[in-house]
């Protein structure tokens, strides 16, 4: 035998994952594409020998048809060489194992028609978004016509497989259907691109063997080649990573050789079976645990890993679908998604139920299901822009049901977020109106469906693990705030290196282990709500209480009737009378109170009208003096002074992201021009009004930065009631509709050279 038989050796699979957000901004997908999806297929073109697997979801896929066909006909290139092959995995890169099974199967076989409309062939492999696993999943995938999957190589510790044994692929099933799995590598993922190529190369070598049997894999996001703060320069511009990185891998091809992973599960078999837990990267289980227990756990992960402790392979963090429990909103999105699908599964088959599902699968998109480094829930114009897709789905199955002959519903009693609790719902073609009376009897959802708008889709600001970093970093003097505010860049999430340093000429910065703000003193915008931010939110307060105290979480409730049950009362068409004998205490006293809230909606689709009702009485045998407000917190997508969203109050025009007092108001306008909404507010009697915007403050790949989730508009009354005397309020809401979402796109597929169903581009890119 001569050396070279015997000279250890090894195969690459590397995967690179490129995805956008669907609603994400257009110029957000372009600067991207220039930073990192060009550049690397570019590079590919210079180094023909090098194979790889490429994953691009449908929201970036529809977007390069638009913009960049070239671009697509250089894929096409690539893949009729065989250089490369196409990753599959849902169409619109939702987290699979958060969807009904018909929707797991529908995404899968959308993305791969998709891909064979573009390309001409189909998948064989899937790329799971944020690499969430659950052992449901191989039937799902397998039913698609898939063949294999990449996970994190944690789930394989979970499972008790060594780290020694992660380099090849295992077999997994369920309930008869088997897939195959490539694990990628840590070590791989954390050297690529921080560290200098020659510690790739060695590290490769070190895991070589004599008989060749061996696969490390890599994939990983392809933003962090160009897109991520500092990885430009590193990677393409001076620091010239990337291409000495596939020089070196041509360098060392005698004992080093690139494989697409398709090609090696036809010349390899899996290393064995493997039956893996729930599970995705270490990162993503830190964020989804409580803001303490996430700190903790950094904390013992970090200090195992130090010190090179073995037991570091048992650590893990929470389960994913407890973002459902950490944030009310994601839940109420992912609860909204599963009635969506419901209705558009009941409806018949047809170009109607084609657009449906076009507006659902876009609706399911994961980047708003779940938050941490990478944005999420908190990325208000995506997290709208889902929303979007939802309300569309659904005033699309709804219209479907009506024309078929159902009955419509005015009003109902319905466990909506699944909390083993009913809500009141009330549907109209014009509005949706969900009300919680188990707290305080507030809207918690009130989608607009001509202009397809989810005026209630507001954060609540809570602690967050990182708002910890970030006040230290403020304390010290070491928070770094760029004079230029920051770069942008994706928005995808993915593990990288907790503890990274930089590497080559330029250097490029781990996104996780840096402190940067994206404008001086965002620490003291650190405000917390002791309450979820719906509204119709009925307050009593000290007479002396003004807007600051609501907007820093300081005011005091002065009764039990904030977000405390309320007894549903009256019930009927566009009607509800809600409920709730209190207690309030004033004047160091507790007075027994009630409040009723009345609501009543009516109009049509495009002037849809809501009205609410507050009558508070004194029930108690002494005077009831405070203040009594009414609460509306509502998005219309305002952040940065954005001249398209206002308020227009005492004859004066503002920005929704304003603030402002205005005494004796009787009527306030607010809006969004280009959304297609105005909202016109009349309150009696007239009210002080007090507006504010609700802003939290997120890290991301650029930074700390604050994000607009919201505005509050607050109407306040003094009150002071002799013993059985009451006080009541009216607000009323007269919304006007200037465009209707649904009969557009139905002109548009009506006109002559329209396609057969919805474009798969439609409402990818966010609103001004």
């Not at 009003?411 to 009376?437: A, H, M, T, Y």
């Not at 907007?551 to 009607?575: C, K, S």
């Not at 059985?724 to 557009?744: I, K, P, S, T």
């Amino acid at each position: 035998m001569n050396r070279s038989d015997t000279a250890p050796r090894i195969s690459f699979a590397l995967v690179f994952h490129n995805h956008q957000p669907v609603g994400n901004f257009g110029w957000v997908f372009e600067d991207v594409y220039n930073a990192a999806y060009r550049p690397m297929v570019e590079l590919l073109f210079r180094h023909p020998r090098i194979r790889c697997g490429l994953h691009y979801t449908g929201p970036l896929l529809a977007w390069l048809e638009t913009h960049h066909p070239d671009f697509l006909d250089q894929v096409r290139t690539l893949l009729d060489r065989e250089q490369v092959e196409l990753l599959g995995g849902g169409l619109h890169e939702p987290v699979l194992a958060s969807l009904p099974d018909a929707d797991r199967v529908g995404q899968l076989r959308r993305m791969s028609d998709e891909q064979e409309r573009l390309f001409g062939r189909r998948p064989r492999g899937a790329w799971l978004a944020e690499r969430v696993w659950e052992p449901s999943l191989p039937m799902a995938l397998a039913d698609a016509g898939l063949e294999w999957t990449v996970v994190d190589d944690d789930h394989l510790r979970a499972a008790a497989i060594p780290d020694e044994e992660h380099w090849g692929t295992y077999t997994t099933d369920d309930q008869g259907r088997r897939i195959t799995i490539f694990p990628t590598e840590q070590g791989l993922r954390y050297l690529i691109p921080f560290q200098p190529v020659e510690n790739v190369v060695a590290h490769l070598r070190a895991h070589a063997t004599p008989d060749g049997t061996r696969l490390g894999t890599m994939g990983d996001d392809g933003e962090k080649f160009g897109a991520w703060p500092t990885t430009y320069e590193h990677c393409w511009g001076r620091g010239r990573w990337m291409e000495e990185f596939f020089a070196a891998l041509e360098a060392n091809s005698d004992w080093l050789t690139t494989v697409r992973p398709s090609d090696w599960t036809d010349t390899h078999p899996p290393l064995g079976r493997v039956y893996l837990p729930t599970g995705s990267y270490t990162e993503m289980t830190e964020w989804v645990l409580p803001p303490k227990d996430a700190l903790e756990f950094e904390h013992v992960l970090q200090a195992a890993r130090d010190e090179g402790r073995a037991e570091a392979r048992f650590l893990r963090g929470g389960f994913w679908r407890n973002f459902q429990r950490r944030y009310r909103e994601v839940n109420d999105l992912h609860k909204q998604m599963l009635r969506t699908s419901a209705r558009v599964a009941a409806m018949p088959s047809g170009p109607g139920r084609e657009r449906a599902l076009d507006h659902l699968y876009q609706g399911q998109s994961n980047d708003c299901y779940w938050h941490g480094l990478f944005g999420g829930i908190y990325i208000s114009h995506m997290r709208l822009a889902t929303l979007e897709h939802l309300i569309a789905a659904e005033d699309l199955a709804d219209a479907s049901a009506v024309m078929g002959g159902a009955a419509p519903r005015s009003g109902r009693l319905v466990d909506i977020d699944i909390d083993g609790v009913d809500e009141v719902l009330f549907e109209s073609p014009g509005q949706v109106l969900g009300i919680k009376p188990d707290a305080g009897a507030a809207i918690a959802v009130w989608d607009i469906r001509a202009p397809r708008h989810a005026l209630a889709a507001v954060m609540r600001r809570r602690p967050e693990a990182y708002h910890e970093r970030l006040r230290e970093a403020a304390r010290s003097g070491g928070l770094q705030v760029p004079a230029d505010g920051g770069a942008g860049g994706g928005a995808d999430g993915g593990a990288g290196p907790t503890n990274a340093g930089t590497s080559g000429e330029a250097g490029a910065e781990s996104i996780h282990g840096s402190v940067k703000a994206r404008e001086a003193n965002l620490d003291r915008l650190l405000f917390y709500d002791a309450y979820e931010r719906r509204s119709a939110l009925v307050h009593l307060l000290d007479t002396g209480t003004g807007p600051e105290q609501l907007l820093e979480g300081t005011a005091v409730e002065r009764a039990d009737v904030l977000d405390a049950p309320y007894e549903v009362v009256e019930l009927g068409p566009g009607r509800l009378v809600a409920r709730r004998d209190g207690t309030a205490t004033l004047d160091g006293g507790e007075q027994p109170i009630r409040i009723e809230k009345t609501f009543r909606l009516d109009g049509g689709r495009l002037a849809p009208r809501l009205r609410v009702s507050v009558r508070l009485e004194n029930r108690s045998d002494r005077a009831l003096t405070g203040r009594l407000a009414v609460e509306w917190n509502l998005t219309f997508l305002g952040g940065g002074g954005n001249p398209a969203a206002f308020y227009e109050i005492g004859g004066r025009r503002f920005a929704h992201d304003a603030r402002g007092i205005q005494a004796d108001t009787s009527r306030v306008a607010s809006g969004n021009s280009y959304v297609g909404i105005v909202l016109a507010t009349v309150v009696t009697p007239p009210a002080d009004a007090w507006w504010y915007p609700i802003e939290t403050v997120s890290n991301s790949e650029g930074g700390f930065e604050r994000i607009y989730q919201g505005s509050s508009l607050v109407f306040s009354w003094p009150v002071h009631l002799a013993p059985g005397e009451h006080f009541e309020v009216e607000v009323h809401h007269q919304v006007d509709a200037l465009r209707d979402r649904a009969a557009e796109e139905a002109q548009l597929q009506a006109a002559p050279g329209a396609p057969g169903k919805a474009s798969p581009a439609a409402g990818i890119v966010g609103s001004a």
